[in-house]
Every structure is written in structure tokens, then in C-alpha cells.
């Protein structure tokens, strides 16, 4: 009879992994998904681009997109401190030597709801109502989720960058991909479970 009973619960704990398993690799596939493959417009004129450091060619894009006209102003999130704006972009005419009084640098970010958080108090403080949020196309969903939370209200289109050393396209077969991907969908499930536990986290500025 106990021998029973042990069997039963190691059935039922096996079965309990599995599900769990099964449900983590499904979000996972869901999660991925929802990678941005490609930029779906640039048509709309915003009041800002939104640039998130921490990945190539970002601060590239963002500059372009207020070159061309796309946005009235550009703020760059998560800038280490003491780096000046001028430190950050290679500068080769008058006219975009120009439109650095256009760009502004935010310095308290060390995360991504650091991001949203700081970027929330920005666009409050100059009464912002749309903004192209410029990253990573694997740091799109997550940093799209923080947004919004922080910035109720707010129209955020997505603008993602596309690193060289990304591979979208059967991302299984490059282990690296398939590692960065792994490591973004986990740091997105830890982000829905802490503001689920802390909401408090959910009050944009």
C-alpha cells in the first residue's frame, strides 16, 4: 500500500513538471513570436524617440529618425553618468551638430523599468503625447510591457534595431540567439511576477 501511495506521488509530481514544462515552452514560442522580424512603420510624426542604451547601432536609428523630421525631440535613457551628449554620436555637419539641442540624456536608469520609469517623468514634465521607443528587436516585448505600464495613455509605437549578431530567422538553429531569447523571456515572466507582487511598481510619473 505505501509503496502505492509513493508510486502515485511520484506520477503526480512527473505530471505537475511536465505541465509546467510544457506551459513555459509554449510562452516561451508565444514570447518569441512577438519579436519584432521587421520595422512596421515610420510613417507617423511623434513628439519624441525614446532611445534605450545597452545595444548597437540604437543611438544610430534614433538620431535618423529626428534628422528626418520624425520626431521634435530625442531622449536617451540609461546614459552613464559623466558621458556627454557629444561623446555619443559622431557628429559630421553643422545642421546635426544642430540638433543636439534637440536631444537630451537621462542618467538615473540602471534597468528597464528604470527606463520606463525615468522616460515617464520626461515625458510628463514637457506634456508628451507619443513617442517612437527605439531598442533592441528582442527587448522590444519587454520594453514595450514596461511602457505602457508607466505611461498610460501615451501613444508608443515600436521602432526596433536589429543587431548583426541576432539571428531571427530559425533562431534555433544559433545558439546564441536561442540563449538571448531564453534570457529575455525570462527577465520578461520575473518582470510581469514582480510588478504582479509589487503594484506599486505600476504608478508611471
Not at 510628463?124 to 505611461?151: C, D, I, N, W
Request: charged share 20%.
Amino acid at each position: 500500500m505505501m509503496e502505492c501511495m509513493r508510486r502515485s506521488k511520484c506520477v503526480a509530481w512527473l505530471g505537475l513538471l511536465v505541465l509546467l514544462l510544457v506551459a513555459w515552452l509554449t510562452g516561451f514560442l508565444l514570447f518569441v513570436s512577438k519579436v519584432p522580424r521587421d520595422i512596421q512603420t515610420d510613417a507617423h510624426i511623434v513628439d519624441a524617440v525614446v532611445v534605450l542604451t545597452g545595444g548597437s547601432k540604437r543611438l544610430e536609428v534614433g538620431f535618423e529618425l529626428l534628422r528626418r523630421g520624425r520626431a521634435s525631440f530625442m531622449f536617451i535613457s540609461g546614459v552613464s553618468k559623466g558621458v556627454k551628449l557629444n561623446d555619443l554620436f559622431l557628429i559630421e555637419t553643422g545642421y546635426e551638430e544642430k540638433l543636439l539641442d534637440r536631444v537630451e540624456a537621462g542618467y538615473g536608469a540602471k534597468n528597464t523599468l528604470g527606463n520606463a520609469q525615468e522616460t515617464a517623468r520626461w515625458i510628463s514634465r514637457r506634456g508628451y503625447r507619443s513617442l517612437y521607443l527605439v531598442t533592441a528587436s528582442y527587448h522590444m516585448p519587454r520594453s514595450l510591457k514596461e511602457f505602457s505600464r508607466q505611461m498610460s495613455g501615451i501613444e508608443i509605437i515600436p521602432y526596433p534595431v536589429f543587431p548583426d549578431s541576432v539571428r531571427l530567422v530559425r533562431w534555433w538553429r544559433w545558439p546564441g540567439t536561442t540563449a538571448l531569447l531564453v534570457e529575455e523571456y525570462v527577465k520578461f515572466l520575473t518582470s510581469a511576477f514582480t510588478h504582479f507582487v509589487v503594484p506599486e511598481l505600476n504608478s508611471g510619473g
